[in-house]
């Protein structure tokens, strides 16, 4: 079992920076894959970033490609997304995953086996 705890989301203007945290506990987290992802009202759960067990490879979605970056830090057992120049159609529950059947990344939400309770991302214009 794993369990993962984000925090970090909040209220921000357009413009402006917010970090998540994905807090993982119950394994070793250096030994799988990471992902964050979100979900406006009324649509699809959208992916945003991966990283890979050693963070030593990222992949992003063209939406937030230069504006967000992903990282991990292992000795933390924590995933971060650092989220610059915020846009309101960021405005969403932004969810971290985990895929401990592999330490590598993937785009696809299937390919998790756990996720967090999600956080709320506003983004007022």
């Known amino acids: 079992q794993v369990q993962l705890v984000e925090s970090g989301g909040g209220l921000v203007q357009a413009g402006g920076s917010l970090r998540l945290s994905c807090a993982a506990s119950?394994?070793?987290?250096?030994?799988?894959?990471m992902g964050w992802f979100r979900q406006a009202p009324g649509k699809e759960r959208e992916f945003i970033a991966t990283i890979s067990w050693s963070g030593g490879y990222t992949y992003y979605a063209d939406s937030v490609k230069g504006r967000f970056t992903i990282s991990r830090d292992n000795a933390k057992n924590t995933s971060y997304l650092q989220m610059n120049s915020l846009k309101p159609e960021d405005t969403a529950v932004y969810y971290c995953a985990a895929r401990i059947t592999s330490p590598f990344a993937a785009m696809n939400w299937g390919a998790y086996d756990y996720w967090g309770q999600g956080t709320q991302v506003t983004v007022s214009s």
């Open positions: 119950g394994r070793t987290f250096s030994n799988y894959g």
